[in-house]
């Protein structure tokens, strides 16, 4: 459950240190990575509201948080839809998860009817995403050795760089 590990953290650990059943420790995964996302599409919004209609701190802050954030990126929701919050829960990186596609759900005003299973289906794209991953990893270490994993983590790494500074 919590903010940076999500699914990201629990399923590999369930998987490598743990021993868990696949199933078993998938369902927990994605249990566990929901619970936030529903206190957040829940209670964010009567909370902000709360806290802009008592201190006026607030007020200014979230009205400046939502202009700055709906200008910068209002274009890309009309474009993309959102759908496109699936895909940005999907992707298993550190910025993107349950918890970051909860807040932008919060900051763009998306129903807590949309934005669940929205967020639900990107959640579990994201655990099938590293559950295959992270089995790929057991075993190119269980037959090749811990050496040849760690070498192809360095060169995966070193391409994604590669590509990045070139875009």
């Known amino acids: ?12 650990l369930a998987l490598t ?4 059943n696949w199933g078993v420790a998938f369902l927990i995964s994605v249990i ?3 619970v936030p ?7 964010l919004k009567p909370l902000s509201n709360w806290l802009s209609r008592n201190f006026k701190i607030w007020q200014r802050f ?3 948080l939502f202009e700055r954030t709906r200008e910068k990126h209002q274009s ?8 496109a919050l699936i895909l940005f829960v999907a992707i298993p990186l550190p910025i993107t998860g349950g918890w970051t596609g909860s807040l932008v759900a919060f900051l763009f005003d998306v129903p807590f009817k949309k934005a669940f299973p929205l967020i639900t ?26 050496q040849v994993l760690v070498g192809c983590l360095i060169t995966i790494g070193f391409i ?8």
Do not use: Q
């Not at 996302?37 to 209670?43: A, D, K, N, P, T």
């Not at 289906?121 to 811990?146: C, D, M, N, P």
């Not at 994604?160 to 875009?167: E, F, P, V």
């Open 76 to 83: 890309k929701i009309k474009k993309y839809g959102y759908p």
């Open 121 to 146: 289906i990107g959640i579990v794209i994201a655990g099938f995403i590293v559950s295959f991953l992270t089995h790929a990893g057991i075993t190119i270490e269980k037959y090749l050795g811990w």
């Open 1 to 12: 459950m919590t903010p940076v590990g999500e699914l990201r953290l629990s399923l590999p």
């Open 62 to 64: 979230f009205s400046w």
């Open 17 to 20: 240190v743990y021993n868990l």
């Open 32 to 34: 566990g990575n929901l």
């Open 160 to 167: 994604w760089l590669i590509y990045r500074l070139k875009k």
């Open 37 to 43: 996302v529903i206190v957040i599409l829940l209670f």
